[in-house]
């Protein structure tokens, strides 16, 4: 199993080749106001689709190094680069300036990508994952309409919700530094949009050293975000198969830590939900059994999702794997939205995704997420508020909805 052990630990980034090491550009005057407490820029770098890239190093929060599997690891050669390594360190990220952000005068947006991905790919290049990188993303959109864009790319590509909204923490420090804002709009994909709202919600890890909420945001959009979870590798034993090809090495959490492979037992639990290499996937955990139940004719159903020996495979079962995720949600539903960020949330209703085999069908869905979590309200809504939170329904499956022509205008009409 891979690990970022060593990637992790202090001092790591001293072994970095200088190669990757660029000096900045110089920069305004009120780019020169950084805070200081712990926050060091590791190096600076051109970027083909961003003005430049800063890899930041935070050594005051109590970071504790995440494992990965190698298939977990960054693929882009861009963002590599841009870390020094395709594991970084754990205490690392990425922040990304758009390339109108010193001459547009408009809203500072924040862009937050999902899980298995970068800000490269989510809001640069979005169609890639359909085979076209030529179309825009909310990037291009965004700017065009006058506003100064910036994004984050977490290191660890399934990594743990309450350390991604440090990251934010610190990212939106630095925009908001760098542009002289006093607030900024938060858009985030599928789980990026749950990392907001752990920033914003003040929801945190147990003891101190955690940035809490700054009154910093005025806006919150959400795309796709399973904001009541969501529970597809274990409604869907079948698709561990698909996990399963390339040498058990694809990008994708098991529920199954132990299968049945040609009449021999073989071990599958590193690369299972249960492991330490998916804090993220643990953590968006919801049982949906209740209302949309799971096909019985699906391979070891029952055991799947209650834990146990199947016929053909091993599981510990989906309250396992939310237990190892800290029961997370449960506990985020007493975190709301603050009162005063406005908030919309804007779920897919289109199940069928291109150039993926098998969808999430047992329910309205976006192919991924059920409707009903990615549009969920309840949990965000703070007793003060005064505004009602905007709940969208557009018909876009999980990929298409952060850069189809109809959510570019959508999504540039609600940063206002």
């Known amino acids: 199993m891979a690990s970022d052990t060593q990637?992790?630990?202090?001092?790591?980034?001293?072994?970095?080749?200088?190669?990757?090491?660029?000096?900045?550009a110089p920069e305004p005057a009120l780019e020169k106001a950084r805070p200081?407490?712990?926050?060091?820029?590791?190096?600076?770098?051109?970027?083909?689709?961003?003005?430049r890239i800063e890899c930041w190093q935070d050594s005051a929060r109590p970071f504790v190094a995440e494992s990965a599997l190698q298939k977990s690891r960054h693929e882009t050669p861009e963002?590599?680069?841009?870390?020094?390594?395709?594991?970084?360190?754990?205490?690392?990220?990425?922040?990304?300036?758009?390339?109108?952000?010193?001459?547009?005068?408009?809203?500072?947006?924040?862009?937050?990508?999902?899980a298995s991905d970068n800000a490269n790919r989510a809001w640069a290049t979005p169609a890639i994952?359909?085979?076209?990188?030529?179309?825009?993303?909310?990037?291009?959109?965004?700017?065009?309409?006058?506003h100064r864009v910036f994004a984050v790319t977490f290191p660890h590509k399934h990594g743990n919700l309450f350390y991604e909204a440090q990251y934010l923490a610190d990212a939106i420090e630095l925009a908001r530094q760098a542009t002289g804002a006093r607030?900024?709009?938060?858009?985030?994909?599928?789980?990026?949009?749950?990392?907001?709202?752990?920033?914003?919600?003040n929801f945190r890890l147990n003891g101190a050293g955690w940035t809490a909420y700054r009154g910093d945001v005025e806006n919150l959009v959400t795309l796709a975000a399973p904001h009541r979870g969501q529970d597809f590798a274990f409604r869907h034993p079948e698709f561990n198969y698909y996990f399963m090809k390339d040498e058990l090495a694809a990008n994708a959490p098991m529920s199954w830590d132990k299968v049945l492979v040609y009449g021999v037992w073989k071990d599958t639990f590193e690369f299972s939900i249960y492991s330490d290499n998916f804090p993220m996937q643990q953590q968006v955990l919801y049982d949906w059994t209740a209302k949309f139940p799971m096909s019985p004719a699906s391979p070891d159903s029952?055991?799947?999702?209650?834990?146990?020996?199947?016929f053909m495979s091993h599981s510990q079962g989906i309250n396992n794997a939310i237990a190892r995720g800290g029961n997370f949600l449960n506990s985020f539903k007493s975190y709301p939205v603050p009162a005063d960020i406005a908030v919309a949330v804007i779920a897919g209703t289109k199940s069928e995704i291109q150039n993926v085999p098998q969808t999430?069908?047992?329910?309205?869905?976006?192919?991924?997420?059920?409707?009903?979590?990615?549009?969920?309200?309840?949990?965000?809504?703070?007793?003060?508020?005064?505004?009602?939170?905007?709940?969208?329904?557009?018909?876009?499956?999980?990929?298409?909805?952060?850069?189809?022509?109809?959510?570019?205008?959508?999504?540039?009409?609600?940063?206002?």
Do not use: C
Request: without cysteine; glycine residues 10%.
């Open 302 to 310: 029952y055991t799947t999702l209650h834990g146990g020996q199947g």
């Open 7 to 24: 990637a992790g630990q202090p001092g790591a980034l001293d072994q970095i080749p200088a190669a990757f090491t660029a000096p900045a």
């Open 183 to 201: 607030k900024v709009t938060l858009v985030g994909h599928s789980a990026g949009g749950l990392a907001a709202r752990v920033y914003v919600s």
């Open 79 to 114: 963002i590599i680069s841009a870390f020094g390594s395709n594991l970084p360190p754990t205490s690392t990220f990425l922040l990304h300036y758009g390339p109108k952000w010193r001459t547009n005068t408009g809203k500072v947006v924040m862009l937050v990508h999902g």
């Open 360 to 416: 999430e069908k047992d329910g309205p869905s976006d192919g991924l997420v059920f409707v009903e979590s990615a549009g969920h309200t309840a949990d965000l809504t703070h007793p003060a508020r005064k505004e009602p939170i905007k709940r969208i329904l557009v018909d876009e499956n999980h990929v298409t909805i952060t850069f189809s022509p109809a959510m570019l205008k959508l999504v540039t009409q609600l940063v206002k």
């Open 36 to 51: 200081a407490a712990g926050l060091a820029l590791v190096r600076t770098m051109a970027s083909k689709y961003w003005e």
């Open 129 to 146: 994952l359909l085979g076209d990188a030529s179309k825009p993303g909310l990037l291009q959109a965004l700017e065009a309409a006058g």
